[in-house]
C-alpha cells in the first residue's frame, strides 16, 4: 500500500502554490514511509525524511490517499524517494506552475514532482501524458491518484 499525504498550512509559500492553483485546497504532498516518517520536497531542507508531526501547528487541512500496491511496487516507491533524499528543492518549479521547464528534471524536486516521479517508476502514473505540461501540482497529483485510492 502506498500512501501519500495531502496538506495545507498557514505560511506564504503555501499561500502562493494555492494562488497558482486557483484556490484549490492542497498545497503540499509527501509520502509516508514504512517507518513513520514522511519523505517529501520542502523549500526549507529539500528532500527529506522528517518525523511525523514536524509541522503540527502549521497544518489546515490534511488528506491521506492510500494507493493499493504489490509489495514489489511498494518497495521500489520507498526505494525511490529514499534514493532523492539530499537533493535540493526545485526553486524554479513553482516558476514553473507558468512557465516552461521540465519537471521530471531530477536534480531537485518540488514536493508533487517527486511523488509524481516515484509513481512513474512504478508504473501508476503515466510517462507520457496525453498533453504535454511543465508541472505537476499537488492539485494535478490529488485528482490523478484520487481514482486509484482505496475507499473504505
Known amino acids: 500500500m502506498l500512501n501519500i499525504r495531502f ?3 498557514h505560511d506564504p509559500i503555501s499561500a502562493a502554490i494555492r494562488a497558482f492553483e ?17 519523505l517529501g520536497a520542502h523549500y526549507d531542507g529539500g528532500v527529506l525524511a522528517r518525523p511525523h ?19 514489489a511496487q511498494t518497495d521500489t516507491f520507498h526505494n525511490f524517494l529514499h534514493a532523492q533524499v539530499g537533493k535540493p528543492y526545485d526553486t524554479a518549479a513553482i516558476a514553473g506552475i507558468v512557465a516552461q ?23 501508476f502514473f503515466p510517462v507520457h501524458l496525453a498533453t504535454e ?4 501540482t ?9 481514482g486509484r485510492m482505496e475507499v473504505d
Open 7 to 9: 496538506v495545507t498550512c
Open 101 to 123: 521547464r521540465n519537471w521530471r528534471d531530477a536534480n531537485s524536486w518540488m514536493c508533487s514532482e517527486l511523488q509524481a516521479a516515484a509513481l512513474c517508476v512504478v508504473g
Open 53 to 71: 508531526g514536524y509541522d503540527a501547528g502549521t497544518v489546515e487541512k490534511e488528506m491521506y490517499i492510500q494507493i493499493p500496491a504489490t509489495p
Open 133 to 136: 505540461f511543465n508541472h505537476i
Open 138 to 146: 499537488p492539485r494535478d497529483l490529488l485528482l490523478i491518484v484520487s
Open 22 to 38: 486557483y484556490g484549490y485546497w492542497a498545497s503540499h504532498v509527501e509520502a509516508l514511509m514504512p517507518d513513520g516518517t514522511l
